[in-house]
């Protein structure tokens, strides 16, 4: 029993060791043994045993006040890989993440979405001709993320609610069937909160409204998505106070948060692009500054209620996310403090940093982290 106990806690430090590669990007000797509490010894064995596993690479020497220049170590991002794919109703993204996590190749394929096995037959063959177009064999590939829009079980094995592209019911074996690696699916507003919260090296808790096309909204608890007991918590988008006046919303019912603070909310029914709505806003439009004004009274409204049961961060990630500055987080700010109950409490806002692919991104992201906790 002592031999095994032993054993496992060699195993963890080992673990724990490779997972303070995924979460800095270099390392010393002394770093390791200072954050782990381990001998220098015990850093030692484990970095040989890492080093001979291709897990890492010695990457030169630290310079500087660093006392002695002591040797320099870092994850090796290509010891192993795994795929992100997001599906769009007229097109889907594909990321290849490095063992670090970050992305190392990104396509994209112009598709017509079908609920059919040859759409996702063509897409496997996709990702398989993408995998051997890379630096990594597809035996390197630990597993494909498919961020969807719906909600998914939490096994991620099956789509429960996925009314936007009318996937419910649908399961990773329609794409199983064709890979040689584990498939699961991850609710897109949880794999742009996963990103984000990736991009940014956020260790706090915090909320993140995901303003694309729809909306989507995703909390971040200690690290994890929060889903609550049963499953799906974090479907703010559909909280709503008007259900019999207001806005008619997919999901069948009014006045949902989606129907106020999506970008098609904004862009309501008209044929433009966002950006083609921020160059009349720049250049004065005003009917598109008063659909830009209405819309960030929304919005405020939105975020006070959000704030009212978790009052971390929020962050406006998302499409929208690249043309909100700081100016327009100061107009949101005095939009909320009119209309919120505690005005002497500020609300925390954030800019989403992620940029392209944020969901293919953060759809690889839960398994490649699950893989490093595992080895
Ligand atoms: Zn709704």
Redesign the pocket.
């Known amino acids: 029993m002592a031999d095994q106990g032993m054993k496992a806690v060699q195993k963890n430090n080992f673990s724990e060791t490779f997972r303070l590669f995924y979460e800095h990007e270099s390392l010393s000797k002394k770093d390791i043994a200072q954050t782990l509490g381990n001998s220098l010894p015990t850093v030692s064995t484990n970095l040989t045993t890492l080093l001979e596993r291709g897990l890492i690479l010695k990457d030169g020497r630290f310079t500087g006040a660093r006392g002695r220049r002591a040797d320099r170590y870092i994850l090796n991002p290509s010891a192993f890989g795994c795929v992100g794919l997001e599906i769009f109703r007229e097109f889907v993204s594909i990321v290849l993440l490095g063992a670090n996590g970050a992305v190392r190749q990104q396509h994209q394929l112009m598709i017509d979405f079908k609920n059919e096995p040859g759409y996702y037959k063509k897409i496997s063959q996709e990702i398989r001709n993408f995998v051997s177009d890379s630096e990594f064999d597809e035996g390197e590939i630990i597993g494909l993320g498919v961020g969807v829009q719906g909600l998914v079980s939490s096994d991620g094995q099956e789509i429960l609610y996925g009314k936007i592209l009318n996937m419910t019911g649908v399961t990773t074996d329609v794409f199983q069937r064709y890979l040689p690696y584990p498939v699961y699916f991850v609710h897109d507003a949880d794999a742009v909160a996963i990103t984000e919260q990736h991009v940014a090296k956020r260790q706090a808790d915090a909320v993140y409204l995901s303003i694309g096309e729809h909306l989507g909204t995703a909390m971040m608890v200690d690290g994890q998505i929060y889903h609550g007991t049963f499953g799906s918590s974090g479907t703010m988008?559909?909280i709503?106070i008007n259900s019999k006046y207001g806005r008619r919303?997919?999901?069948g019912?009014r006045g949902?948060l989606?129907?106020y603070a999506s970008i098609s909310a904004l862009l309501h029914g008209r044929t433009e692009n966002l950006d083609q709505f921020f160059e009349l806003l720049n250049v004065g439009d005003e009917k598109a500054l008063e659909r830009w004004n209405s819309y960030l009274d929304h919005l405020a409204h939105a975020i006070v209620n959000l704030q009212m049961f978790a009052d971390n961060t929020i962050v406006l990630a998302g499409d929208l996310a690249r043309f909100i500055n700081q100016d327009t987080l100061q107009r949101l700010q005095k939009r909320i403090a009119k209309i919120s109950p505690f005005p002497e409490i500020a609300a925390h806002l954030e800019i989403g940093k992620a940029d392209r692919y944020v969901v293919a991104e953060g759809a690889g992201l839960p398994y490649l982290q699950a893989y490093i906790d595992s080895i």
Request: glycine share 0%; charged share 30%.
């Open positions: 988008e559909h709503s919303c997919y999901c019912r949902c989606e129907t």
